[in-house]
């Protein structure tokens, strides 16, 4: 048995740095101030897709993304981790957007690329922490979904079985294909990057990319097709761009702030696991983790 997986991956500012330029006048996020990283629950999202490529031969795992060009990072990211291929969503009509136009403009993706068995995401982004954008997703597609998974057990006979991890304990559950998943970050993480992935799709980019590139290995790109990023703008999804972008969105950011935690208590441990254990166990009770 193989599978079809779709990854929704997206490309962040790392707001464990946010100065005071990162917000511009119109409320939005000003990304440009900010480094970009991989949203680290999307990355423990891949690891489960990857998994499953490992355990059913012939599975194939494709990466989704929405940004601006440079979003094409994630896809590379990915193959260097090893996934198949990636389609990168990207217009000016997208700039913007909040939780109901990103699932939106998603959503006319996935109607595009059209086969699939299973699409997983991380649970949410660490720029918006609003954990809406895969159920919505699966709602558009009529799907079913399961959230807060942490592993994905097995699949077979058209069904797949998941552990979830919830505040009071760990359920299983069991659901039918095609679904959406979304992804703990108390799943595991993500391998780090293949040497031979990385040489196999370093040279990998989009056609805009490409077009801002010197000459330099343009000859790739004919004789080597997966080096060919595959990018989309709202008129290849076939998107109404009332629904996209500023327009399509319902909620605006007010502001947002850089919030510094200071120490007002300290503890001392004695060098032994069980008074690291006790710690562990102290911090999830209050919340304080976990």
């Not at 990283?37 to 489960?48: K, M, R, S, T, V």
């Not at 991890?165 to 659901?175: D, I, K, S």
């Not at 999804?237 to 850089?258: H, M, R, W, Y």
């Amino acid at each position: 048995m193989s599978l079809k997986i779709i990854v929704l991956a997206k490309q962040v500012p790392d707001t464990r740095n946010v100065g005071k330029d990162a917000m511009k006048a119109d409320g939005t996020v000003n990304r440009a101030a900010l480094s970009a990283i991989f949203n680290p629950e999307d990355l423990n999202a891949l690891e489960q897709a990857l998994r499953l490529k490992e355990a059913y031969a012939g599975t194939t795992v494709t990466l989704l993304t929405m940004g601006p060009g440079r979003a094409a990072e994630i896809i590379r990211e990915g193959l260097y981790r090893g996934a198949d291929d990636g389609y990168l969503l990207t217009d000016r009509a997208f700039a913007g957007s909040d939780t109901l136009a990103t699932s939106y403009a998603l959503s006319m993706a996935i109607h595009k690329i059209k086969d699939f068995d299973v699409i997983i995401c991380g649970r949410q982004a660490i720029d918006g922490d609003t954990a809406q954008v895969g159920p919505q997703v699966a709602e558009k597609l009529g799907l079913a979904q399961i959230t807060y998974a942490e592993e994905i057990c097995k699949v077979e006979n058209g069904t797949i079985t998941v552990k979830r991890r919830l505040e009071r304990g760990v359920e299983t559950v069991q659901a039918p294909l095609p679904i959406l998943i979304t992804v703990n970050g108390s799943a595991a993480d993500c391998r780090p990057r293949n040497a031979k992935c990385v040489q196999k799709y370093k040279h990998a980019k989009t056609v805009t990319e490409k077009q801002e590139a010197g000459s330099d290995y343009m000859h790739l790109y004919s004789n080597r097709p997966y080096l060919n990023l595959t990018e989309w703008s709202a008129d290849d999804v076939e998107a109404d761009v009332a629904q996209c972008g500023l327009s399509g969105s319902p909620t605006k950011v007010k502001k947002i702030e850089n919030v510094v935690f200071q120490t007002k208590e300290s503890k001392t441990l004695e060098a032994k696991d069980e008074a690291i254990d006790e710690l562990m166990k102290e911090l999830i009770t209050n919340h304080t983790i976990g």
